[in-house]
């Protein structure tokens, strides 16, 4: 992990150095003296020397000194406490869609296979991801906020709001979790159906056991590590989707603050979000390890 995060945090270093753009027109302005400029560069230490950059960057961060944004002028970890529970709020929530839509709809898919609903079924899996959330966003947006304003079309509500704040999340939620729900419902069906195929199955059918506690208990369970396996993976994918879906409806969060740092240049931010976003989905894969034997007792880590 500690290798994975040294190279992520190495390639976004340089590539933010070498991908263009002077973070002092942004604070002063294009109107700024070249003398206030370079003032100002050796106030940042933008003047140094790029490996001196890098070598004061690793120890900010192997402090936990993580400074200030250039544009905003305050602390970066009072930024990232303010945005990051909005950015919490619509992962978890669209995460808990896509498998409340997606694991039913794999499962019956798998029971009936390649039937009427079988075949509907798997033509709507591929047709949510096949949407990004901000285009799903969008037609919300028109229908169901403009067209009929059943929902707010944007922002994120007032922290000691607890029903705004989840009535304005509903839709970001539905957009981010119907893109991930298809890609669920494809690996749960597939995981069904090989589990289905295995010798335990036809046992326990043998002794009487219902349907239900047949799929349920000896193929749902089963079935579960690949879906684990790659409900972790979809983590990034989640993170990902919530930038422009926060941009979409104008909600607070991590994405968003990412998003216009990387306009303005803001190196320290953008260089601590790209950070977290990497850890943030290294520790969930070390979650997905850890649950594997939970889910399955003879699975053991040596």
């Known amino acids: 992990m500690i290798v994975v995060m040294l190279g992520v945090v190495t390639i976004v270093f340089f590539v933010m150095r070498v991908a263009g753009g002077d973070p002092t027109y942004t604070i002063l302005g294009h109107h700024a003296s070249p003398e206030a400029q370079d003032a100002l560069r050796h106030k940042l230490g933008l003047d140094l020397p790029l490996h001196v950059q890098y070598f004061d960057y690793l120890r900010r961060l192997a402090t936990f000194d993580l400074g200030y944004s250039l544009l905003k002028k305050v602390p970066i ?38 039937s009427k609903i079988d075949h509907l079924l798997r033509v709507t899996s591929l047709i949510f991801p096949s949407m990004p959330p901000f285009y799903i966003g969008i037609i919300f947006i028109l229908t169901l906020a403009l067209m009929y304003p059943l929902f707010p079309p944007s922002g994120g509500g007032e922290l000691g709001d607890f029903l705004g704040r989840m009535y304005r999340l509903i839709l970001p939620a539905l957009s981010l979790g119907l893109f991930i729900s298809g890609i669920i419902s494809r690996i749960t069906r597939a995981s069904m159906l090989d589990t289905l195929k295995k010798y335990h199955v036809t046992v326990a059918r043998s002794k009487g056991l219902s349907e239900f506690t047949t799929i349920m208990k000896h193929v749902f369970r089963n079935a579960l590590i690949p879906i684990v396996t790659s409900a972790g993976m979809l983590l990034a994918g989640i993170l990902a989707g919530t930038v422009m879906t926060e941009i979409v409806f104008g909600r607070p969060g991590l994405g968003k603050l990412l998003v216009l740092s990387v306009n303005s240049r803001d190196y320290p931010v953008v260089e601590t979000l790209l950070a977290l976003y990497a850890l943030i989905v290294a520790f969930a894969n070390l979650a997905v390890d850890l649950v594997y034997a939970l889910i399955d007792p003879r699975i053991t880590y040596d």
């Open 77 to 114: 970890t009072g930024l990232i406490a303010y945005n990051i529970r909005f950015t919490l709020e619509l992962s978890l929530a669209g995460f808990l869609i896509a498998l409340m839509i997606g694991l039913p709809l794999g499962i019956i898919s798998a029971c009936y296979p390649n």
